[in-house]
C-alpha cells in the first residue's frame, strides 16, 4: 500500500541531496510532487525522471513574493497541498564567530529561518482552505540540538528552526486544524551541503571533510549517514502513520546527538 497515495508535497531545496531523496520516495509513495530550487538544472532533471505527477519550480525561498507565486501555482494545479517539507538550507563555517562576516550571517539565516517562516506563513492557509489537515516537516540539524565551536552561525539558525516549529504546531493544534508541525534533525549525512563548509576538515585544509572518518571517530553507529535515512523519516512523518506526533524532533543521526 503507497503511504502517501493522492496527497500533493512540496519540497524545497528538493533538486539533491535530502530534498532530492524526499522528492523520490514521496513519489513513490503516491505522491504529486513539487520540487522548488535554485538549481533549475538539476530540479528538471529529477522530475523528469521521477515522472508523473512531479514538477519542477524555480524558487528563492527568502522571498514572499516568490512564496506568494509557489504556493499559488500549487493550489491552481492540484487545489490543495497536504505535505510541506522545509528542506532548503546553506551552511556556512567559519573558524571563529568573529572571523564570520555579518553578510554570511544574515544570509544564512534568511534562507534557514526566513524560508522556514515564509513557506510556513504562506503554506498553512492553503492546507486549512482544502480541508484535510496536513504535515509541515522542518529540517533542522543535530546542530539545533547541541552546539559545534565553528557552526555558530549555523547552530543558531537550526536551533530556530526547532523551536519555531514546536511554537507552530501548538498554534495549530489550538486551530484544530489538522495540521501537523515537527522537525528533522539529521546527523553527518552525506549531500553537498559539506562543501561549503570550512574548517571541519583536516587542519590547513579548505576540502570539505572525509565524512567516513569523521563518522568513525564522533559517531557511535560509527558510519555516515545517507539522504534516503533522512528521506525515511520524512515519508514517516508525511504519513498517517504519525498522525498523532506534533512538535516532535525526529532525531536521525546515528546517535551522534547523545555522545
Known sequence: MKRVEGKVALITGGASGIGAACAALLAQEGAAVVITDLQDAKGEALAGEIGGKARYLHHDVTSEDAWIEVVARVKADFGRLDILVN??????????????????????????????????????????????????????????????????????????????????ALECAAAKDGVRVNSVHPGIIETPIWQTIVGVGEAGSNAPPDLDALSAMAVPLAVKGLPQDIANGVLWLASEESRYVTGAELVIDGGLSVR
Open 87 to 168: 528542506n532548503a538550507g546553506i551552511g556556512l563555517g567559519a573558524p571563529s564567530i568573529t572571523a564570520m562576516s555579518l553578510a554570511d550571517f544574515r544570509r544564512q539565516q534568511a534562507v534557514n529561518v526566513e524560508g522556514v517562516f515564509l513557506g510556513v506563513k504562506h503554506v498553512l492557509p492553503l492546507m486549512r482552505e482544502a480541508g484535510f489537515g496536513g504535515s509541515i516537516i522542518n529540517m533542522s540539524s543535530v546542530a539545533g540540538l547541541k552546539g559545534s565551536a565553528i557552526l555558530a552561525g549555523y547552530c543558531a539558525t537550526k536551533g530556530a528552526v526547532r523551536l519555531f516549529s514546536k511554537a507552530v
